[in-house]
């Protein structure tokens, strides 16, 4: 499909006259991967000719986002996985008219319409970004995003680099056993990091995360131990299982894969997601396995549990760059506002029980995200650091 195509058919359907069978194809071409740069340039072209006007009519609003959602609803279970790319559409064009919003709604459509609202001061505050600290094994600390490229340092017969692109890198350059050194990678609220081990295995720290690992394998197994939230692509090596220590709660054994694993102390469940491979959850006498797409979940009282479909938009948001809730309440939002833009949250008031579905580019400021919520009737404070929400 040339831009022309493109462009007529996205005029289209803004104006409501394509057919349904239309409406899908739009959908699922700006779903490809391939057509990404040609989608966002033509977004770029029809969001200047709207530019002029700015703030769409409430009315105008609604009828995109009822559009958008029922088309969501009413496509099946092929889609359930695609919350991103299927809004994308809408998301682009009210992403620009309305300073960033990225559609969220709650359980209450009729009050999720949205306007631009002018916040204060207070609450243009910026995530962190790539920052972490790196914990040698004798004590000593790195201030990672502050380091310079190259190499950090040497301990024992590995080297220890941060690359070009930011992300930290365990070459172990010479042979022979080595005494076990423990490194401690460290980020803080509102901060990121990625790091590659000794044996090729990538890991993604989410903001207010940790991981405890050797410099150098060695032995009949690869241990690791996590707190927080991390990604993981691990290497394969069949005769070294890789196994991780979530919060001396619950041990992940795996071979080679890729998984989610989040297990903040302030969140109710332990989740392990499965994206590719397989892996086996350990809780005391309790094992489970897990397939693609599946989720393992353990609670504060130690009961495992296994979901069958989990939402794999949600669980790689934030490594994706994106914060995304669906059928969230409030209080599980905040606590992912208060890890990853660095503030402390209090309530005050009754607040409303409600679930909300949407999200933001994780780079916006946390004033994007209020102007959304206060659009349904959740209010803010600015104390400082702190963030008081009120009815």
């Not at 150098?216 to 070294?240: D, L």
């Not at 396995?289 to 009961?303: F, H, R, V, W």
């Not at 503030?343 to 209020?370: H, K, M, W």
Request: charged content about 25%; overall charge positive; glycine content about 6%.
């Amino acid at each position: 499909m040339d831009n022309k195509q493109l462009g007529n058919l996205l005029d289209r359907y803004m104006n409501k006259e394509t057919s349904e069978q239309e409406t899908q194809q739009l959908f699922l071409y700006i779903n490809d991967p391939q057509n990404e740069q040609q989608v966002t340039e033509l977004f770029g072209d029809f969001l200047n000719k709207e530019s002029e006007e700015r703030i769409l009519p409430a009315y105008r609003q609604q009828e995109i986002l009822n559009r958008i959602f029922v088309h969501q609803s009413s496509s099946g279970k092929k889609f359930k996985h695609s919350i991103l790319t299927w809004t994308k559409l809408a998301a682009a064009i009210l992403l620009f008219i309305l300073c960033g919003v990225y559609l969220l709604k709650n359980n209450e459509p009729k009050s999720a319409v949205l306007t631009a609202i002018n916040k204060p001061k207070a609450f243009d505050k910026k995530p962190r970004g790539n920052k972490a600290i790196l914990t040698l094994g004798n004590g000593s600390q790195i201030v990672l995003d502050s380091a310079r490229n190259g190499l950090l340092v040497q301990q024992g017969n590995t080297k220890i680099i941060k690359s070009a692109n930011g992300h930290i890198v365990y070459n172990k350059t010479l042979a022979g056993t080595t005494i076990p050194i423990y490194n401690t990678m460290t980020t803080p609220r509102g901060g990121k990091y990625d790091l590659e081990l000794s044996d090729g295995t990538r890991v993604w720290l989410n903001a207010s995360s940790s991981i405890t690992y050797p410099i150098a394998f060695s032995g009949t197994e690869r241990r690791v131990t996590v707190t927080g939230e991390a990604y993981f692509e691990v290497a394969k090596n069949k005769n070294m299982p890789f196994k991780i220590n979530v919060n001396d709660k619950e041990e992940v054994q795996v071979l080679g894969t890729h998984f989610n694993i989040m297990a903040y102390s302030d969140e109710p469940l332990i989740k392990t997601t499965l994206l590719e491979g397989s892996v086996r959850i350990v809780k005391n006498k309790i094992t489970g396995m897990l397939k693609p797409g599946q989720q393992a979940q353990l609670n504060t009282d130690g009961k495992l549990s296994v979901t069958n479909d989990a939402d794999i938009n949600e669980v790689m948001a934030w490594k994706n760059g994106q914060t995304l809730f669906v059928n969230e309440d409030l209080k599980t939002i905040m606590r992912q506002v208060s890890r990853w833009y660095d503030v402390d949250v209090e309530y005050q008031g009754d607040i409303p029980a409600r679930l909300f579905t949407g999200g933001i580019s994780r780079e916006s400021n946390l004033s994007v995200l209020l102007k959304v919520l206060e659009i349904n009737k959740i209010h803010f404070r600015a104390a400082g650091k702190k963030l008081i929400v009120t009815p």
